[in-house]
């Protein structure tokens, strides 16, 4: 699955300030909301009660938080840089800066499962997501965020 065939140029944030883990959401919800015609109430519940489940704060700086909505017709993605660090119960404990927000269908298992894991793997590279940290504008995150989505055999990926 490509990064391109979720996120939109429109569906990124190079700079959101928040406060904490909850007010992130909430703006995250906001934003989400107006680019993509949804419920802000709706969208912040469904995420908080997956954030209840447990953190998707994955690590190194990042969190992956994702929701499965009805009347959504396809997977859908937004990617936010935060002004600064906040702290999001992530597993590593480490303050979060870089959010990607997947939103899929009700029914969208395996595309939405395959997409967390394209997202995961992508964000795995350090290099990379220092790229991504300093870089100012929408359009250049955009621009790294679909050269390494679109990378055949991932070749941001990590070696274990």
Do not use: W
Request: glycine share 8%.
């Amino acid at each position: 699955m490509d990064i391109e065939q979720i996120l939109d140029r429109d569906a990124v944030v190079a700079s959101m300030n928040a406060t904490s883990k909850k007010h992130l959401l909430q703006e995250l919800s906001k934003s989400a909301a107006k680019v993509f015609g949804l419920e802000s109430r709706q969208l912040f519940d469904i995420l908080l009660e997956r954030e209840r489940l447990g953190s998707t704060g994955v690590g190194s700086g990042l969190a992956i938080p994702h929701g499965k909505l009805p009347h959504l017709d396809t997977l859908k993605g937004m990617f936010v840089r935060l002004e600064k660090p906040v702290d999001f119960d992530a597993i590593d404990d480490q303050p979060v800066d870089l959010v990607f927000l997947l939103l899929a269908p009700e029914g969208a298992g395996a595309d939405h499962l395959k997409a967390l894991a394209r997202i995961s793997r992508i964000l795995r590279d350090r290099s990379f997501c220092e790229k991504l940290r300093g870089s100012d504008s929408p359009e250049a995150i955009y621009a790294l965020l679909m050269e390494a989505g679109n990378a055949p055999g991932d070749q941001y990926r990590v070696a274990s």
